[in-house]
């Protein structure tokens, strides 16, 4: 499957959109611990979590399930391209920290990369498909639980994790790099980019079916460059604090979609009238231009502060790509200022305002069974987000003059804590993180063989005693970046990369305020 790049890529327009500084090697100002006390607590913790992935990963196919039961006995019987992304990026950090040999990391990662080369694959986009069976790498056509028929998916998102981890592998070990970056190089970003999403605006789609999907709604069309005809979801990735965003970069950097792109999504949804009433609360910002393409950067006040909420409210949906992407950095009037500020909202808001006495909310396991989406609903766009509690309490602040507060001061209920979210956080707020996870662990049944279990509810003390190789490998590359000087990040970015997206991120102004 040859790499198809199209000419999207424009130095001379993207180097006008800033200065772009490069220094001999890439390097990232990341922190460094050295004989600090809390490091010992994350070697621990990383320890617990590897045998986690190591357990739910087929040896024969080193394909990761995407979960296993708390006493690491019973894996899923499905996969997905995150879930072996993760366990992609979790072998190099194992390795790295010294938990696994380098002879076994190798061993692991080369069979992974060998399942990679034969699993079945959209073959003009080179694109994954979503669920795999980890036993036999064979693309599920049907739900193991329950039999029902699965309409086969390509997710733009998790693509983009995907490629994300080989990227991390061709660098992280120079044996491996042909291998990985063949396979990285066939995936065309650009299938997925619509690039008449909105009036001089791009967009990616959530992604495709190969075949209409049963029910629910398909646009068909074809963004490739050959092929048949495709049926995409009928929703763009549309917002700006999205796990998603790691696709525009890699689709950028590749040269597969427009560097305007990245200014393509909202930071809030615009303040026009009414039309955009339905969101959390009435946002504040000003309108700016980047590459032609008109941006409303607008903010919500929430505990002092003024950030860019995403669509939820969650952590992992602001942090996640910060793990790969040293955002912080590069972007000092934008991702600088929101990412410690929404690392301190979600702090606040879980001791401070619904006084649960610890925090941390991102989409996990229910306590309760099954799966859900937490966080902090105040910084989420839409008005019934993510919620901090099992009883799903629902906040309204009202819209002036478009729609008014129903319940803009909740009683909280059992707040639903989910300790990846804190790994998360580490960058912005090490010492209150560590303190989180230590109350955690000692004040609830919260931990077993392979870490800390996925979500507690904190009033009930309810435990989902089940491990999620996401939010797993999530914590691995958390405390990865943590104890080796952002690692991770220099594994993913290299100089064309850093030339591509650095001069996009470093241009942007969020508005965002810390007091």
Same mark, same amino acid.
Request: proline share 6%; hydrophobic share 35%.
């Given at each position: 499957m040859p790499s198809r790049y199209r000419p999207f890529l424009s130095g001379a327009a993207i180097l006008a959109a800033a200065t772009l500084v490069l220094s001999p090697s890439v390097a990232f100002a990341g922190p460094h611990h050295g004989t600090d006390p809390g490091d010992a607590t994350l070697l621990r913790y990383a320890e617990d979590t590897w045998a986690s992935l190591d357990a739910m990963t087929d040896p024969t196919t080193g394909l990761a399930s995407d979960n296993i039961s708390g006493d690491l006995s019973v894996a899923g019987e499905y996969t997905s391209p995150t879930n072996i992304g993760g366990y992609l990026w979790s072998t190099v950090i194992a390795r790295d920290l010294g938990i696994i040999s380098k002879k076994d990391a190798k061993r692991r990662l080369t069979t992974t990369l060998a399942t990679l080369g034969s699993m079945e694959r959209h073959e003009p986009s080179g694109m994954y498909?979503?669920?795999y069976s980890p036993s036999d790498a064979s693309k599920l056509t049907t739900w193991p639980d329950s039999g029902d028929v699965v309409y086969p998916f390509l997710s733009t998102v998790d693509n983009g994790w995907l490629a994300a981890a080989l990227r991390v592998v061709a660098k992280s070990d120079p044996s491996l790099r042909h291998r990985?970056?063949?396979?990285?190089d066939s995936m065309d970003f650009g299938w997925f980019h619509d690039l008449n999403a909105r009036e001089g605006v791009t967009l990616n789609r959530g992604g495709f079916w190969v075949d209409p999907p049963g029910d629910g709604c398909a646009v068909p069309d074809n963004y490739g460059d050959d092929g048949a005809d495709v049926y995409y979801t009928c929703h763009w990735y549309d917002t700006t604090v999205s796990e998603a965003r790691?696709?525009?970069?890699? %689709?950028?950097?590749?040269?597969?979609?427009?560097? =305007?792109? $990245?200014? *393509?999504t909202y930071r809030t949804m615009p303040d026009q009238a009414c039309d955009f009433g339905w969101q959390e609360q009435?946002?504040? %910002?000003?309108?700016?231009?980047?590459?032609?393409? =008109?941006? $409303?950067? *607008?903010?919500?006040?929430?505990?002092?502060?003024?950030?860019v909420p995403s669509w939820g409210g969650s952590m992992f949906?602001?942090?996640?790509?910060?793990?790969?992407?040293?955002?912080?950095?590069?972007?000092?009037n934008s991702w600088g200022v929101n990412h410690p500020a929404t690392v301190e909202a979600q702090r606040w808001h879980g001791m401070e305002e619904a006084d649960y006495g610890y925090w941390g909310f991102s989409p996990a396991s229910d306590p309760f069974a099954g799966y859900r989406e937490y966080g902090v609903e105040a910084l989420g766009i839409s008005s019934d987000g993510y919620a901090s509690d099992a009883e799903s309490t629902d906040v309204d602040y009202g819209y002036e003059g478009c729609r008014d507060a129903t319940n803009p001061t909740p009683e909280y209920g059992d707040g639903v804590v989910t300790p990846h979210a804190s790994f998360l956080a580490l960058p912005y707020d090490r010492d209150a993180v560590l303190a989180n996870l230590a109350g955690l662990e000692s004040n609830f049944d919260s931990y077993g063989a392979g870490g800390?279990?996925?979500?507690?509810?904190?009033?009930?003390?309810?435990?989902?005693?089940?491990?999620?190789?996401l939010d797993q490998s999530m914590i691995m590359a958390a405390i990865g970046n943590d104890l080796l000087d952002d690692k991770l990040k220099r594994y993913f970015v290299d100089r064309s990369f850093e030339k591509a997206v650095r001069p996009l991120i470093e241009a942007q102004d969020f508005g965002s305020v810390i007091p």
């Amino acid at each position: 499957m040859p790499s198809r790049y199209r000419p999207f890529l424009s130095g001379a327009a993207i180097l006008a959109a800033a200065t772009l500084v490069l220094s001999p090697s890439v390097a990232f100002a990341g922190p460094h611990h050295g004989t600090d006390p809390g490091d010992a607590t994350l070697l621990r913790y990383a320890e617990d979590t590897w045998a986690s992935l190591d357990a739910m990963t087929d040896p024969t196919t080193g394909l990761a399930s995407d979960n296993i039961s708390g006493d690491l006995s019973v894996a899923g019987e499905y996969t997905s391209p995150t879930n072996i992304g993760g366990y992609l990026w979790s072998t190099v950090i194992a390795r790295d920290l010294g938990i696994i040999s380098k002879k076994d990391a190798k061993r692991r990662l080369t069979t992974t990369l060998a399942t990679l080369g034969s699993m079945e694959r959209h073959e003009p986009s080179g694109m994954y498909y979503n669920w795999y069976s980890p036993s036999d790498a064979s693309k599920l056509t049907t739900w193991p639980d329950s039999g029902d028929v699965v309409y086969p998916f390509l997710s733009t998102v998790d693509n983009g994790w995907l490629a994300a981890a080989l990227r991390v592998v061709a660098k992280s070990d120079p044996s491996l790099r042909h291998r990985a970056m063949d396979l990285y190089d066939s995936m065309d970003f650009g299938w997925f980019h619509d690039l008449n999403a909105r009036e001089g605006v791009t967009l990616n789609r959530g992604g495709f079916w190969v075949d209409p999907p049963g029910d629910g709604c398909a646009v068909p069309d074809n963004y490739g460059d050959d092929g048949a005809d495709v049926y995409y979801t009928c929703h763009w990735y549309d917002t700006t604090v999205s796990e998603a965003r790691i696709t525009t970069y890699l %689709g950028i950097a590749n040269g597969q979609i427009p560097a =305007s792109a $990245y200014y *393509g999504t909202y930071r809030t949804m615009p303040d026009q009238a009414c039309d955009f009433g339905w969101q959390e609360q009435k946002p504040e %910002g000003e309108t700016r231009e980047y590459l032609g393409v =008109s941006v $409303y950067e *607008g903010t919500y006040e929430y505990a002092g502060m003024r950030l860019v909420p995403s669509w939820g409210g969650s952590m992992f949906e602001a942090l996640m790509p910060d793990l790969f992407v040293p955002e912080a950095q590069w972007g000092p009037n934008s991702w600088g200022v929101n990412h410690p500020a929404t690392v301190e909202a979600q702090r606040w808001h879980g001791m401070e305002e619904a006084d649960y006495g610890y925090w941390g909310f991102s989409p996990a396991s229910d306590p309760f069974a099954g799966y859900r989406e937490y966080g902090v609903e105040a910084l989420g766009i839409s008005s019934d987000g993510y919620a901090s509690d099992a009883e799903s309490t629902d906040v309204d602040y009202g819209y002036e003059g478009c729609r008014d507060a129903t319940n803009p001061t909740p009683e909280y209920g059992d707040g639903v804590v989910t300790p990846h979210a804190s790994f998360l956080a580490l960058p912005y707020d090490r010492d209150a993180v560590l303190a989180n996870l230590a109350g955690l662990e000692s004040n609830f049944d919260s931990y077993g063989a392979g870490g800390f279990y996925d979500a507690i509810a904190v009033g009930s003390g309810t435990v989902a005693d089940r491990y999620l190789s996401l939010d797993q490998s999530m914590i691995m590359a958390a405390i990865g970046n943590d104890l080796l000087d952002d690692k991770l990040k220099r594994y993913f970015v290299d100089r064309s990369f850093e030339k591509a997206v650095r001069p996009l991120i470093e241009a942007q102004d969020f508005g965002s305020v810390i007091p």
